[in-house]
């Protein structure tokens, strides 16, 4: 049973950066995606990112492509979001999620594991 627990999270400036890790324990099968998810009190469960465990491919939601990095490590058995140029809509708490058989990388319903979040602020 794959299990998924974040880490990284916590208070930034506007402009400022973090790096958030999600560790994985079990089996991860190379048909599986990883993606980072976001939650507000407006959004629930807003798409980040998501990465082929297979090739490492990553996709971005609009607004933070070219700002935040999606990367996984297959040996340190991890995804990790690098977060760059961070603006206060960007406050939120963040999770990380895989799925075997992911139809729709942008939809949180493909998703079959979930941590269980981390806070990530950023002040104006």
């Known amino acids: 049973q794959v299990q998924l627990v974040e880490s990284g999270g916590g208070l930034v400036q506007t402009g400022g950066s973090l790096r958030l890790s999600c560790a994985i324990s079990?089996?991860?099968?190379?048909?599986?995606?990883m993606a980072w998810f976001r939650r507000t009190p407006e959004k629930e469960r807003e798409f980040v990112a998501a990465?082929?465990?297979?090739?490492?491919?990553?996709h971005y939601a609009d607004s933070v492509r070219g700002r935040f990095t999606a990367s996984r490590d297959g040996a340190k058995m991890t995804l990790d979001l690098q977060m760059n140029s961070l603006k206060p809509e960007d406050t939120a708490v963040y999770y990380c999620?895989?799925?075997?058989?992911?139809?729709?990388?942008?939809?949180?319903?493909?998703?079959?594991?979930w941590g269980q979040g981390t806070q990530v602020t950023v002040s104006s």
């Open positions: 999620a895989a799925g075997r058989s992911v139809p729709i990388l942008k939809r949180p319903t493909g998703y079959d594991t």
């Open positions: 079990g089996h991860i099968f190379d048909s599986y995606f």
């Open positions: 990465c082929s465990w297979r090739t490492g491919s990553a």
